[in-house]
């Protein structure tokens, strides 16, 4: 951290603290951050460094909802008609949890800004994997009205779809928010009918004939000590603190109080992002998909039309322009690499080859000699061919997927000079709620164990033998909208790997930017939680064991380095060109 950044962090706690108590409307209560936290009335991740503006709206995210209930939570109330099934609790503190940012962001653009950063780090670092996660994006569309991002799009169609029944209640909930004491009523008649709803489709869900035994077996084993619901309790059950927030709302962040959470980032120690317990049966289920007639490989200009792809190049040209003078910079350091490397070196006294000029003299005195000639030695620079592959999935939107394009644009120029071939290819699906490999799904029946339920689209932008002049108008449809869906990684990586065996190069590169973990609501809601994750770590196993290709990675605001052997993570997106041309200098050193 800088000096600079030093001397602004206790002005940013400052102005937060400040705002916090505004919207409580209470100037005794105390904000504390990391392991300031303790008896502090708003307890907040650590500050270390200054947020990035995604990370500020987090952390401001979860300062307001605690604020929110010091204002409006009446903990009497509350804990009076809270149920005591551990499961259906969680469901009544989360909704409780929506009431009170209904209030508290009901006419402050910002507040409801922050609140929606907040919620949208904590779904991706939590999942879908839940019916409960799926009921609370639900609740958070039609209570709170909240924008909803495009990664978690097909999660709110899919749920719409499975508790339609339970929109009426919704809009109940929405005219009630004002009055904890009737919102409290029917939401208990929601999660009635919800648990009634979702465990007669989900088998993750357990049914009201499970025993009270067993149900207190499940809270101990999935409880620590000085648990949520135990802490709830003590913090609900007093009117000593009226200040005192509610457990269930100092977790409002969905993130460890000792760090900020950023945008893309996994939870620390966690290889599964959907935690969601499923049968033995089909958490061993060999990864196939249910349906591949829908799959496609399209070229990129197949995508958009002509007039189309020209404006789109020319939206890339012009943000090109604005980091002209730090790509051109690395463009040459990469060439000057390259050229070195391409230095030609001959093969003197050879009996076949070209006739080498400094022996002529010698052939005239000496007839009968035959090693007048030399050739060029043969270098494995010049047999190489690289493939960059790029998620093409909607969390990549906006300044990511700009900078991928970028980045491959400048690759692809710097290398075809140097002689090597460049292929850019990018992975999504056709759909974000599985389209009609998932319709055919429901039509047969929706049996056990689908696999994979969306269907596949892989893009070639360019191919290894087209020359970059052809393809520089189709890197431009990355930016276009509507082609940045979901990703299943596992399945682009073997599609790119059978297009890298198929060359005739000895050397072959294949290096994957992508900025998460696959994701693709429809598969993941109907098999195993870690269906995609799985699959994706035994083709990496395979490719990196058992192919001849060097495959490495650059994860964007994700740690990459738990899936591939070879791989960097960046979190600042600007350095994308930079650490694509230092990896690909390690290559070629």
């Keep these: 951290m800088t000096q600079h950044n030093a001397q602004q962090l206790p002005a940013l706690k400052t102005a937060i603290t400040a705002a916090t108590r505004a919207l409580a409307r209470k100037k005794n209560i105390t904000v504390g ?28 995210g979860m300062a307001d909802a605690q ?7 009446d903990k009497a109330v509350h804990k009076k008609l809270r149920p005591t099934v551990p499961a259906n609790a969680n469901l ?43 009921l609370e994006l639900l609740a958070r569309r039609h209570i709170l009205a909240q924008a909803i991002p495009d990664f978690l799009k097909s999660a709110l169609e899919k749920a719409e779809s499975d508790y339609a029944s339970i929109l009426p209640q919704l809009a109940t909930l929405t005219a009630q928010t004002s009055a904890q004491q009737h919102y409290a009523e029917q939401s208990l008649s929601l999660i009635d009918a919800f648990s009634h709803l979702a465990g007669s489709t989900d088998p993750s869900v ?31 059950g007093g009117d000593d ?54 799959d496609e490989v399209v070229g990129a200009s197949h995508l958009a039309t002509p007039t189309e792809l020209a404006y789109l190049r020319d939206q890339l040209d012009q943000k090109l322009l604005s980091l002209q003078t730090v790509t051109a910079k690395l463009a040459s350091k990469l060439q000057r690499l390259l050229l070195a490397k391409q230095a030609r070196r001959w093969l003197y006294d050879e009996s076949d080859g070209i006739l080498d000029s400094k022996k002529l003299a010698r052939l005239i005195t000496t007839p009968g000699i035959e090693t007048i000639y030399k050739r060029e030695q043969d270098t ?17 939107r906006g ?25 850019i290819l990018g992975f999504t699906t056709r759909e974000w709620k599985g389209g009609a490999a998932y319709k055919q799904w429901v039509k047969d029946g929706k049996p056990a164990q689908p696999g994979r339920l969306n269907e596949l689209r892989h893009i070639i932008y360019k191919s290894a033998d087209m ?21 299943i990684d596992g399945e682009a990586i073997l599609w790119a790997c059978d297009r890298l065996l198929a060359r005739p190069e000895q050397r072959r590169i294949l290096m994957v930017i992508s900025d998460g973990a696959p994701v693709d609501d429809s598969t993941l809601s109907t098999n195993n939680s870690n269906y995609l994750d799985a699959h994706l770590r035994e083709v990496i196993a395979h490719v990196e064991n058992k192919l001849p290709i060097e495959l490495l990675a650059i994860g964007i605001g994700h740690d990459v380095t738990r899936y591939y052997k070879r791989a960097v993570t960046i979190s600042d997106i600007d350095k994308l060109g930079e650490t694509m041309t230092e990896q690909l200098t390690e290559l070629f050193k």
């Design 92 to 134: 009544y503190d989360m909704l409780e949890q929506i009431r009170l940012e209904s209030q508290i962001g009901v006419s402050k653009t910002g507040v409801r800004y922050n609140l929606t950063q907040r919620y949208i780090a904590s779904a991706m670092q939590q999942g879908m994997g839940t019916p409960a996660a799926r």
């Design 206 to 236: 357990p049914s009201e004939e499970s025993s009270g035994e067993n149900e207190a077996e499940s809270e101990i084993a999935t409880q620590p000590e000085g648990s949520e619901s135990d802490a709830m309790n003590a913090a609900s």
């Design 467 to 487: 020359h970059y002049r052809k393809a520089a108008k189709q890197l431009g449809l990355m930016l276009k909208d509507g082609i940045l869906k979901e990703n």
């Design 67 to 73: 604020a929110s209930a010091i204002r409006f939570h």
């Design 399 to 423: 300044r990511p997927i700009t900078i991928a394009a970028i980045s491959a644009d400048i690759i692809s120029r710097t290398l075809e000079r140097c002689g090597v071939k460049v292929e």
């Design 33 to 60: 951050f990391g392991a300031e936290v303790k008896g502090a009335t708003i307890a907040l991740p650590a500050l270390t460094d200054l947020p990035t503006p995604e990370g500020l709206a987090q952390l401001r």
């Design 380 to 396: 494995e620079f010049r047999d190489t061919v690289v493939t960059l592959l790029i998620d093409n999935s909607g969390s990549m």
């Design 241 to 294: 603190n009226a200040d005192e927030v509610p457990v269930f709302m100092k977790k409002a962040g969905g993130a460890p109080p000792d760090a900020l959470p950023q945008q893309g980032q996994e939870v620390a120690g966690s290889s599964n992002p959907y935690p969601y317990n499923r049968s033995q049966e089909q958490a061993t289920a060999p990864y196939h998909a249910y349906s591949t007639q829908y």
